[in-house]
């Protein structure tokens, strides 16, 4: 790919170089915070469907050492990126990454189970509900299968008692809740809130396959504070990497 059509940003502090596409989806908050909770010890294997170029899968990585990353992407261009960008910050032993369609489900990609999976599912399933993306961002932003196929990937793809992380609208936790439900439990809700006076604008899910403890919500994550510092000091810490976002 032509370098022109490409940035090279530094993140989690300096410590993951991320090579991506000046016009398409750009990895930002969300996959800084899905790294910020991805809690798997050494020798654990963790998938992640839709890694894009690798923003929270890297940082994962590099957050978790001596775990073992598989990133899956339907976007041949992103799925190239994320590989290189692997090889870039010295992690191809670690992290790998494939062409594969959530669409298709897991059975397709003929991979044993993991013991944990942390995705970012495209945020839409209804072209009416979002305005007129930009052509290279629709593929990150709309799911042609629903939530509902993201989700049952998901439970194919995780061992039992294996966790699936997610981090989505916050207006759509009561469906994340029921369309894993049938497989999953021991829920836990992080909301996370532009400022400590707003309603969460996102929510981070974790759940247990075949898990049955009761659901705990958790204090919410406040991204900003209003007196104007960009971004609040908890939050600055989870973005350089100095601390993580735990459960």
């Given at each position: 790919?032509?370098?022109?059509?490409?940035?090279?940003?530094?993140?989690?502090?300096?410590?993951?170089?991320?090579?991506?596409?000046a016009d398409g989806y750009r990895a930002g908050m969300d996959a800084a915070l899905l790294a910020a909770v991805c809690d798997a010890p050494p020798g654990q294997r963790?998938?992640?469907?839709?890694?894009?170029?690798?923003?929270?899968?890297?940082?994962?990585?590099?957050?978790?050492?001596?775990?073992?990353?598989?990133?899956?992407?339907?976007?041949?261009?992103?799925?190239?990126?994320?590989?290189?960008?692997?090889?870039?910050?010295?992690?191809?032993?670690?992290?790998?990454?494939?062409?594969?369609?959530?669409?298709?489900?897991?059975?397709?990609?003929?991979?044993?189970?993991?013991?944990?999976?942390?995705?970012?599912?495209?945020?839409?399933?209804?072209?009416?509900?979002?305005?007129?993306?930009?052509?290279?961002?629709?593929?990150?932003?709309?799911?042609?299968?629903?939530?509902?196929?993201?989700?049952?990937?998901?439970?194919?793809?995780?061992?039992?008692?294996?966790?699936?992380?997610?981090?989505?609208?916050?207006?759509?936790?009561?469906?994340?809740?029921?369309?894993?439900?049938?497989?999953?439990g021991s829920f836990r809700i992080r909301p996370i809130a532009p400022f400590a006076d707003a309603p969460a604008k996102r929510v981070i899910v974790r759940a247990i396959?075949?898990?049955?403890?009761?659901?705990?919500?958790?204090?919410?994550?406040?991204?900003?504070?209003?007196?104007?510092?960009?971004?609040?000091?908890?939050?600055?810490?989870?973005?350089?990497?100095?601390?993580?976002?735990?459960?």
């Open positions: 790919m032509d370098d022109r059509q490409m940035t090279e940003d530094r993140v989690l502090g300096g410590r993951v170089t991320l090579r991506q596409k963790v998938l992640e469907p839709g890694c894009g170029v690798g923003g929270a899968l890297l940082a994962a990585a590099i957050r978790r050492p001596g775990a073992i990353f598989q990133g899956i992407e339907r976007d041949s261009v992103a799925a190239t990126l994320a590989g290189e960008n692997a090889a870039l910050n010295h992690l191809a032993d670690r992290v790998s990454v494939r062409e594969g369609d959530v669409e298709a489900g897991f059975r397709a990609l003929e991979m044993p189970v993991f013991d944990a999976v942390m995705t970012n599912p495209p945020f839409f399933d209804d072209p009416g509900a979002l305005r007129a993306p930009a052509p290279a961002k629709s593929g990150a932003w709309m799911a042609d299968g629903g939530l509902a196929a993201w989700t049952g990937f998901c439970l194919k793809a995780v061992r039992e008692g294996g966790t699936i992380t997610m981090i989505h609208r916050a207006d759509r936790l009561a469906d994340i809740l029921e369309l894993l439900a049938p497989k999953a396959k075949t898990g049955k403890a009761p659901l705990v919500l958790l204090p919410p994550l406040v991204l900003h504070d209003r007196e104007g510092g960009k971004h609040s000091a908890q939050a600055e810490a989870i973005l350089r990497g100095d601390a993580a976002l735990g459960w």
